[in-house]
């Protein structure tokens, strides 16, 4: 099963691993392509993106609008969700057959199972939720950054001698390119042998999730609360807000262990990190773990009754403040902006 | 049944501290524990276990004090621990320890499920789990919040997806890596510590699992680490501390200038 190293100087191009849901390109998709696009034309290399899976035309079409020279299709319906055996069997094709010098993945659930499979079939270094990328000028080679030990340390990391260097990438951790109509591309469609697809594991269902939460490391506004709530039922007053922002919802672990709101939202340690432009947090006083998830949030707001709470160390704006005498003047004077910001001629339709 | 824990030993994150000057983090001092996604999955393999009256193996790499993290883990109930050690492992990235580990669960011979955490607190990288399941062509479904139905040849589990929830059907054997809410893990008793301190826990090396040298530790790893620093954390951020209803009403006004400047509102 496992392959000899390539040579370094057999591997060319930078590869990206395209995620769609039902058929639609996801945006993690854009975000790697933008990342790809500055490491390809640093090696002076082509993208390529490659999709697995069901997808419209336009969505493909949509990829080299944004960066790629290149878009591997493999279409198959058995590709349709994320299955990791036939996943990281076709990829590993792929790789194979092409040999990629560089190939990135999204840090999502997808891109964290498939990456690690990928990495021992075709024998390749693989470094995990890198928050940065960069060629290094003197050897041409891929320099890995992320965060580890729970945020207090960046890494740089690289890989000397096995190819592909593969990493998987922070969602939001970087922007999308605009798309550009006058980019020209190739979209090549491939069959792969049937033995590639076949999976021991099946899905059997699929539950969408109730709210806000599985969205959040998506989102580019997060409003979290924690044990400072006192109850489940306030997380209404959290909500709304979320609303006015356009935000998800994310939380302590603290409230999520009291039952007050489901895991999908919990941030830090033992949650989820995330890296949405801001985070806004009320009743949550800041632990070590609770932080190791926010620590490459770009804004920080914090609101604690208690002004020595930690969250403050870390905040760009805080207000030593009781939760339910701000949240609500907050979430008014939002909702007021956006009312009398809606043009007068779309009022008075009911 | 028979369940397989691979564990790791990592720094108590909460005591680590980062030398200011040199940006070295400072280990003295600091307690080292069972990685606590880790425990999630010695508590569902546990249930498990219990459920159909299987045998349970704590699994670790790491130097010789990591035979702690083994023996809480048969503390807090596994039936049995190993120890893979030697200085040759060291260095190790997520490529050669599940290679090693792989090896390791071999050697051990037949089992039925290999439960690991999502990923360990101080690396990060959540690449073991599936690395081992590569090196031993093995289903897997990471993400498992919860195990439905177990046995005696397929396991239904829920994985958590940024979308929802999946419910997964895995022919056994195969490799499931847990999330928190997979279980709620359980204290070592009394009784557990007694049985942990008489317990052998044998500890192997590389000939023990037959591991060629050029595949372990930094010299069988395709990935170097070249530098490490510590970001500063500290943000000097504007915290206003509203004295009356007023103040309050400034503070807030402040928020939305924020939002507003960031194009949010
Ligand atoms: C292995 C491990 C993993 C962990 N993982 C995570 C994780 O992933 N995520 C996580 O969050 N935690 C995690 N924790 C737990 C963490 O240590 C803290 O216990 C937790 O973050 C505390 O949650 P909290 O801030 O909501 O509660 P508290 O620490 O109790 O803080 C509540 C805050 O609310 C403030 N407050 C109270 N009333 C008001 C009010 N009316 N208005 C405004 N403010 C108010 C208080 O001043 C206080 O600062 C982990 C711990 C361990 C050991």
Redesign the interface.
């Known amino acids: 099963?496992k392959e000899t190293?390539a040579l370094p100087a057999a591997a060319s191009g930078v590869w990206v691993f395209a995620e769609q849901?039902a058929g639609i390109v996801q945006p993690i998709s854009h975000e790697l392509l933008a990342r790809g696009r500055r490491l390809a034309d640093a090696r002076g290399a082509p993208l390529t993106s490659v999709l697995l899976g069901p997808a419209g035309d336009d969505g493909l079409r949509e990829m080299i609008r944004r960066g790629a020279d290149r878009v591997l299709h493999v279409a198959d319906p058995a590709l349709q969700?994320f299955l990791?055996?036939p996943y990281?069997a076709v990829t590993a094709h792929l790789v194979r057959e092409r040999r990629p010098d560089i190939f990135i993945a999204g840090a999502?659930?997808?891109g964290?199972?498939l990456?690690?499979?990928l990495?021992?079939?075709c024998?390749?270094?693989?470094?995990?939720?890198c928050t940065q990328l960069e060629i290094d000028p003197a050897t041409g080679e891929l320099?890995?950054i992320r965060?580890?030990?729970?945020?207090?340390?960046?890494?740089?990391?690289?890989?000397?001698?096995?190819r592909p260097q593969m990493a998987t990438v922070r969602p939001r951790s970087m922007k999308p390119a605009p798309p550009d109509p006058g980019r020209a591309g190739e979209i090549e469609r491939l069959t792969v042998p049937p033995e590639l697809l076949r999976?021991?594991?099946?899905?059997?269902?699929?539950?969408?999730?109730d709210d806000e939460g599985?969205?959040i490391?998506?989102a580019?506004?997060v409003v979290a609360a924690g044990r400072g709530l006192k109850k489940g039922a306030n997380f209404d007053l959290v909500r709304r807000l979320a609303r006015a922002?356009n935000a998800g919802v994310g939380a302590s672990r603290d409230a999520v262990d009291r039952g007050w709101i489901g895991?999908?939202h919990?941030v830090g340690?033992?949650?989820k990190t995330i890296s949405p432009?801001?985070y806004f947090c009320a009743g949550i006083s800041g632990?070590?773990?609770h932080?190791?998830g926010i620590?490459t949030a770009e804004?920080?707001?914090a609101v604690n009754l208690n002004?020595d709470a930690q969250i403050?160390?870390?905040?760009?704006?805080?207000?030593?403040?009781d939760l339910f005498?701000?949240l609500p003047?907050?979430t008014e004077?939002?909702e007021a902006?956006?009312k009398s910001a809606r043009a007068p001629g779309t009022e008075g339709s009911g | 049944m028979d369940i397989i824990v691979p564990i790791k030993q990592v720094?108590e994150?909460?005591k680590?501290r980062?030398d200011p000057n040199t940006?070295v983090?400072i280990r003295e001092g600091v307690e080292s524990i069972i990685n606590?996604?880790d425990l999630y999955a010695i508590e569902a393999a546990l249930q498990l276990a219990e459920g159909c009256g299987g045998r349970t193996t704590a699994l670790s790499m790491g130097p010789a004090k990591a035979e702690a993290a083994v023996r809480e883990a048969i503390a807090m109930g596994c039936t049995e621990g190993v120890l893979l050690s030697h200085r040759s492992f060291a260095g190790s990235?997520?490529?050669a320890t599940?290679?090693a580990l792989s090896l390791a669960i071999r050697k051990r011979g037949a089992f039925d499920l290999i439960l690991c955490g999502e990923?360990a607190?101080?690396?990060?990288?959540?690449?073991?789990?599936?690395?081992i399941?590569?090196?031993l062509?093995l289903?897997?479904?990471?993400?498992v919040?919860r195990i439905l139905e177990c046995g005696p040849r397929a396991v239904?589990v829920r994985?958590?997806?940024?979308?929802?929830?999946?419910?997964?059907?895995?022919?056994l054997p195969?490799v499931l890596t847990v999330?928190?809410?997979a279980a709620y893990p359980r204290l070592p008793t009394l009784r557990g510590k007694q049985r942990a301190r008489a317990a052998t826990v044998p500890v192997w090396g590389p000939e023990d699992i037959g591991a060629p040298a050029e595949s372990l530790g930094l010299k069988g790893?395709?990935?170097?680490?070249?530098?490490?620093?510590?970001?500063s954390?500290?943000?000097h951020?504007?915290?206003?501390?509203?004295k009356d209803p007023a103040e309050?009403?400034r503070?807030?006004?402040?928020?939305?200038d924020?939002?507003e400047r960031?194009g949010?509102?």
């Open positions: 099963m190293a849901r969700d990791p055996e990281s999502t659930t997808t964290r199972t990456m690690p499979l990495a021992v079939l024998h390749a270094g693989l470094t995990a939720d320099l890995q965060p580890a030990i729970g945020g207090n340390i960046m890494a740089t990391i690289r890989t000397p001698l096995c999976s021991r594991v099946r899905r059997v269902a699929f539950e969408p999730a599985g969205g490391q998506k580019e506004v922002l895991y999908p919990q340690l033992s949650g432009r801001l632990s070590v773990q932080l190791a620590k804004h920080i707001i002004p403050f160390k870390v905040a760009d704006y805080g207000v030593v403040a005498e701000l003047l907050l004077k939002l902006r956006k | 720094p994150t909460s680590v980062m940006g983090m606590p996604l990235d997520t490529w599940s290679f990923r607190t101080d690396g990060d990288t959540g690449q073991v789990g599936p690395g399941a590569a090196w062509g289903p897997v479904v990471t993400y919040s239904v994985r958590m997806i940024e979308e929802g929830y999946e419910t997964l059907e895995a022919e195969c999330v928190k809410e790893s395709p990935t170097r680490v070249v530098k490490v620093e510590s970001p954390l500290a943000r951020g504007d915290v206003r501390t509203p309050l009403e503070a807030v006004d402040g928020i939305v924020y939002l960031l949010l509102t």
